[in-house]
């Protein structure tokens, strides 16, 4: 399988998260639930009745199942191409939400792991920080302390990723240079 890199700013990462985000809530038929994750605020009544034209089949308050399919039904064999694209827009509009919330230490649905389906790639995402490119020797020792002090503290390394340890480290290291 061929594998891409796509060089964003921090503007376009945001954007395109929430723009796949957009697409999977209407492909899981959760319509109503835009007007809180859109900037431009819409009238709630509306997208009630959008969904009730789009999704007949579905209930009040009901929905596709993220990997696709309807709740409570197993007929997500029906179309598996359509289940394909519901589970791969969530893979890769959650674990970019969830890489947000863990570089941003903030506590949010997003911090637990991207659910995983069959078939369907988790997208790998890093910063490239121009930084690197700039550290001396100094920041290098400072970085190595706190390197030192993350791998010391047991709540910042038990259960973590090796990019989530170093993106604790990182936090820590852009916090200093703020000072």
Not at 83 to 98: G, V
Not at 128 to 147: P, Q
Not at 150 to 156: E, L, R
Request: with cysteine; proline share 3%; net charge negative.
């Amino acid at each position: 399988m061929k594998k891409y890199t796509i060089e964003l700013t921090e503007e376009q990462y945001h954007l395109i998260s929430l723009c796949v985000e957009v697409v999977h809530r209407v492909s899981v038929g959760q319509v109503e639930e835009l007007d809180q994750i859109v900037p431009k605020k819409i009238e709630h009544e509306m997208l009630v009745k959008l969904k009730e034209q789009t999704f007949p089949e579905l209930p009040f308050n009901a929905s596709y199942k993220w990997c696709g399919g309807y709740r409570g039904s197993d007929s997500d064999k029906d179309n598996k191409a359509f289940s394909h694209f519901q589970a791969a827009t969530y893979a890769i509009y959650r674990e970019m939400l969830h890489f947000n919330a863990i570089q941003e230490s903030h506590d949010s649905v997003y911090q637990s792991p991207t659910l995983r389906c069959d078939g369907v790639a988790i997208p790998k995402i890093s910063i490239k920080e121009a930084l690197l490119n700039a550290l001396t020797w100094e920041d290098m020792r400072d970085i190595h302390h706190i390197t030192q002090q993350v791998i010391n503290d047991d709540d910042c390394v038990f259960g973590k990723t090796k990019q989530e340890v170093f993106a604790e480290v990182l936090k820590r290291y852009n916090e200093i240079r703020k000072k």
